[in-house]
């Protein structure tokens, strides 16, 4: 009965991968029979980078439910729901929107990064950035806070994210009374996942990532054209595991032959190619579980329909709760 909350989620743009998985996807699997798990698809933030891509980001809603799923997410324990479904976040964003100042949501490292990647929509120095994506981390917090969140397990990019949060409950607490709970972040062991070619960050426009729901000629295909250590050229030749963008997925998903790999590849007995043979087979063995849960529910469109309406029937409940308290802390509840 005294379970805590944990609110997290997904923004409803593409297909999830590796990234997200190792993240967050795997957190909120293991901790949902410890806590009462919301997970957003936040459709809204979605839109605020995606405002003329309104057919974009329907589409990947039902996507993104079935990568949760695939990735342990027991739609029967959690409760999964639709942003734009919930209008308290709404509400409370306009509310939170007082208590940050402008230069602080510009200092924000998440949205910095954001704007300067984002320059065909924001210009070159981000002077064109919209009122909307410059204040999205008020309406996360308004998503996180909507429902008690107390635990939000995220990647570690979302960190600044968090931080800003709990500045605003400080602050609406400290005016209003004790109110809104203030959440904690929670990043897995590897919260950040390198790409295939090295680079510091997974990501869908990097192109290079490894989907969730990747089929195996495409597994296949990635990985043989994975960055290996560039002095290790002949079959024979000593390599640096540390230098191997291959070695660092076997670390992800070859626990048992770890070492062996390793030392093979040091002392020259192991050539790159079959080593990556190795990898595909590791990485398919370990997406099929996945893929096999996903297979499931993506014959099954009316189930997902199911969930989604029962999970944003429950959250609305949840959310009114939380802005009952809301608005009686701050004078606004005027009839009851
Ligand atoms: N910002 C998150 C992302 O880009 C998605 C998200 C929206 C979220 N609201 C949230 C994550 C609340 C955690 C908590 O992936």
Known sequence: MNKKNILTGDRPTGRLHLGHYFGSLKQRAMLQDEYNTYIIIADVQALTDNFENPDKVRKNV??????????????????????????????????YSNLVTVSRLYRNPTIKTEIGQKQHL?????????????????????????????????????????????????????????????????????????????????????????????DEETISKKIMSARTDTNKIKKDDKGNPDNCMVYYYHKLVSNDSLETINKECRNGSRGCVSCKKELIKNMIEFLKPMQERRKYYEDRPELIDEILRTGTAKALEKAEEVMKRVRKNMKIDYFS
């Open 62 to 95: 039902r996507e993104v439910v079935l990568d949760n799923i695939a990735a342990g997410i027991d739609p029967k324990k959690t409760t999964i729901f639709i942003q734009s479904m919930i209008p308290q976040i709404a509400e409370l964003t306009v509310f």
């Open 122 to 214: 924001f210009g070159s120095g981000g002077e064109s950035v919209t009122y909307g994506f410059l204040g999205y981390p008020v309406s996360q917090a308004a998503d996180i806070t909507a429902f008690d969140g107390a635990l939000v397990p995220v990647g570690e990019d979302q960190i600044p994210l968090i931080e800003q949060t709990k500045e605003i409950v400080r602050k609406f607490n400290k005016i209003y009374g004790d109110t809104l709970v203030e959440p904690d972040y929670m990043v897995g062991a590897n919260s950040r996942i390198k790409g295939l070619d090295g680079n510091e960050k997974m990501g869908k426009s990097l192109g290079n990532a490894i989907y969730l729901n990747d």
